[in-house]
């Protein structure tokens, strides 16, 4: 079955610290992989993609993520976390193709801030 | 340019009543797809609107139906409501080429329905 597991749900870093948040998912092959974020009372808002290509990617907010094909990872990174970054994460994978783009989502970490 | 836009913020329903909620994708769009998200936990994909038909569907009854109209719009309906629907009901919309969806999903802020 097609699944996505973060396997952490609480963390706590300092402002500036660096930041990595992890990622693993179940699938046949190789899905589109997708990170968002979600603010407390709000939708999700897109954070990176990976479709294809190079395996390190670029987001908004000075996000990255990184996918390993031989671990089934995609990791969120971002070198100096700022306050306003406190917030909930969510991995998602959708079907490469056929699937219509539905989204599988984990669980979520939530992310807090220290100043 | 107008983000996923969804109606109402909230709503509060007893059990055993019926409740539609509402949403305008983002402008471009044609495909909208449903996700309930009960609390602490992940989203999870109810069903997809494509051409004013559901193409997908996840593990959800009956008792969730929908709609998509022909400016794309799309309505979620669900029947018979129980305690276990209290949640926040996410609507996506995206862009289909060639009849697959495999642009990037973009969310509204979503309807918070709480069921006593």
């Known amino acids: 079955a097609q699944s996505v597991t973060q396997p952490d749900i609480h963390i706590t870093v300092s402002e500036g610290a660096s930041l990595e948040l992890r990622c693993n998912y179940s699938?046949?092959?190789?899905?589109?992989l997708f990170w968002y974020v979600q603010s407390p009372g709000q939708g999700l808002q897109l954070l990176l993609k990976?479709?294809?290509?190079?395996?390190l990617v670029q987001g908004i907010k000075g996000f990255e993520a990184e996918f390993k094909r031989s671990q089934s990872s995609f990791n969120l990174r971002k070198p100096s976390v700022h306050w306003s970054d406190a917030a909930e994460y969510f991995c998602?994978?959708?079907?490469?193709?056929?699937?219509?783009?539905?989204?599988?989502f984990g669980a979520g970490t939530r992310l807090a801030v220290h100043p | 340019d107008a983000g996923v836009t969804q109606s109402p913020t909230h709503l509060i329903k007893t059990r055993g009543q019926q409740v539609t909620l509402r949403c305008s994708p983002k402008?471009?769009?044609?495909?909208v797809s449903w996700y309930q998200q009960a609390l602490g936990q992940g989203p999870q994909f109810i069903f997809q609107?494509?051409?004013?038909?559901?193409?997908q569907r996840g593990n959800f009854p009956d008792r969730f139906s929908g709609h998509q109209f022909p400016n794309y719009s799309s309505e979620l309906n669900v029947n018979a409501l129980l305690l276990g629907d209290s949640a926040l009901y996410l609507c996506?919309?995206?862009?289909?080429?060639?009849?697959?969806?495999?642009?990037?999903?973009?969310f509204g802020d979503g309807t918070r329905l709480s069921i006593l």
């Open positions: 402008s471009g769009h044609d495909t």
């Open positions: 998602a994978v959708a079907p490469l193709r056929g699937g219509y783009n539905k989204l599988i």
């Open positions: 609107y494509y051409e004013e038909e559901e193409r």
């Open positions: 990976y479709f294809s290509g190079d395996t």
């Open positions: 996506a919309s995206s862009l289909s080429r060639d009849g697959y969806s495999n642009q990037p999903q973009h």
């Open positions: 699938y046949g092959a190789t899905p589109y």
